[in-house]
């Protein structure tokens, strides 16, 4: 169990990093960032701060305010860029049925899908991301944020992520970062290729439209590909409460879990049993097999801690309570799963099927 556990620290210790891109010489132009928001008047300024400090591309940055009731759209507006405001709902899945109405400029080549939550901390990285759609134009390119903290339930979120990390089969030490997972909040193409697999109008009925939207990429002869956003690229996604973590991880566990399948799906449920046998040992030994156990115990929580720096600001403390945290990830999947069963879901209050 052990030595598994530090496999998975080595292949988390080397994920795809996008500052090994070179950032070309002269801006490049032809870009469009378009950012789906629903009430993200208190993360929006943040977003679009960081995409004023960009250099290297000239890009336009579209908000499509969906339905909000706060003061997106004002905010949008008034930081000068362009606003297109929804008034219905499309779709199944609310941020898909959202981005299926926007258009391209006819000028646009490149188009960047950043969540609204997203924090860009380095000032190539747009730059940089737009050269390697650029670079792979049949390609999907997507990036995990690296996760900031704010208030201690935020914490439970390492098991999800780790395992979703290690399932996608994207990280380790010679990986291209191909993977058949994707992740939803930074997004980027070519808009040719874009359009020619369908768009967000074909996926807006998927509760996972960024996994429904990389398989059409792949099913049209192209790859998605995956990029660790530490030190580049920061979200926090669930600043709204326990509940926002739960909801979130409800709608993406058990049907992201049907949706990535082969070695990285089979690393990851490994890696959870390991974990699970760590706690079972410490239950089970008795007076005489306790200090085995605890060394046992204290190498998988040295191993969290330092896979956990790699995909978020996770405090060592809270880190070494992974595997008391480990039977309430248990429960978000057997939640998630019961969802999938019932054939609805939640999120940010609003209704989505899980089947069709």
């Not at 579209?62 to 499309?90: F, K, P």
């Not at 990389?214 to 956003?229: D, K, S, Y």
């Not at 999947?333 to 089947?355: E, I």
């Amino acid at each position: 169990m052990v030595v598994w556990e530090i496999y998975f620290t080595w292949r988390l210790f080397f994920p795809q990093r996008i500052d090994q891109v070179l950032s070309p010489r002269v801006p490049l132009d032809g870009v469009e960032v378009v950012i789906p928001a629903h009430n993200e008047a208190a993360t929006l300024p943040k977003l679009l701060a960081s995409l004023d400090a960009q250099k290297g591309v000239n890009a336009l940055v579209t908000v499509i305010d969906d339905r909000s009731s706060d003061e997106t759209c004002a905010i949008a507006q008034s930081l000068g860029v362009e606003v297109l405001q929804l008034h219905d709902r499309r779709g199944n899945n609310p941020k898909a049925g959202a981005l299926s109405n926007w258009i391209p400029k006819g000028t646009t080549e490149t188009v960047v899908f950043l969540d609204a939550d997203v924090d860009l901390v380095e000032a190539h990285a747009l730059v940089r991301l737009v050269a390697v759609a650029r670079g792979r134009p049949n390609d999907l390119i997507s990036v995990q944020p690296y996760h900031r903290m704010g208030r201690w339930y935020e914490q439970f979120a390492f098991f999800p992520n780790l395992v979703s990390m290690v399932a996608s089969g994207a990280f380790g030490a010679f990986g291209l970062g191909y993977s058949a997972a994707t992740f939803g909040p930074v997004l980027c193409c070519q808009v040719a290729q874009y359009q020619r697999v369908g768009g967000h109008a074909v996926v807006m009925d998927s509760v996972l439209d960024d996994q429904a939207l990389g398989q059409r990429f792949r099913g049209a002869g192209g790859h998605t590909v995956l990029f660790g956003g530490r030190g580049w690229v920061e979200f926090r996604m669930y600043a709204n409460g326990f509940g926002q973590l739960l909801e979130g991880f409800r709608k993406n566990v058990a049907k992201g879990a049907l949706m990535v399948r082969g070695f990285g799906a089979l690393l990851a449920t490994l890696m959870v049993v390991g974990q699970l046998s760590a706690l079972a040992t410490l239950a089970s030994v008795g007076v005489k097999g306790l200090p085995a156990a605890l060394v046992v115990i204290g190498l998988v929580c040295l191993v969290n801690t330092l896979v956990a720096r790699r995909i978020g600001a996770f405090h060592w403390s809270s880190v070494c309570f992974q595997l008391v945290y480990l039977p309430i990830f248990l429960w978000m999947v057997a939640t998630s799963g019961f969802d999938l069963l019932r054939g609805m879901t939640t999120w940010k209050g609003q209704a989505m099927r899980t089947r069709r």
